[in-house]
């Protein structure tokens, strides 16, 4: 089996500090990797991928909920 990478998804991610262009690939060897811009990379397995949406699903909650009632310690 030769290595294999795909180009999964490109997105300009807009921060406080400027906009940030963001592509996402998934390779042969079961990880997905994501660039931002030319200064940071992470290389994830299925498992850490994983574990980072689930901590995304729950901080946008948490800011869907402060949106609507403020903040709460």
């Keep these: 089996m030769t290595y294999q990478n795909k ?3 490109n997105l300009t991610l807009k921060t406080e ?7 996402i690939e998934v390779d ?3 990880y997905a990797t ?7 990379t992470l290389r994830l397995s299925l498992e850490q991928l994983t574990g980072l949406v689930d901590s ?3 901080t ?3 800011l869907e909920e402060m949106k609507h ?3 709460s310690k």
């Design 7 to 9: 180009n999964f998804d």
């Design 17 to 23: 500090s400027g906009s940030v262009a963001t592509v």
């Design 28 to 30: 042969s060897l079961g």
């Design 34 to 40: 994501i660039r931002f811009g030319n200064g940071y």
């Design 56 to 58: 995304l699903e729950d």
């Design 60 to 62: 946008v909650r948490e």
């Design 69 to 71: 009632y403020g903040f």
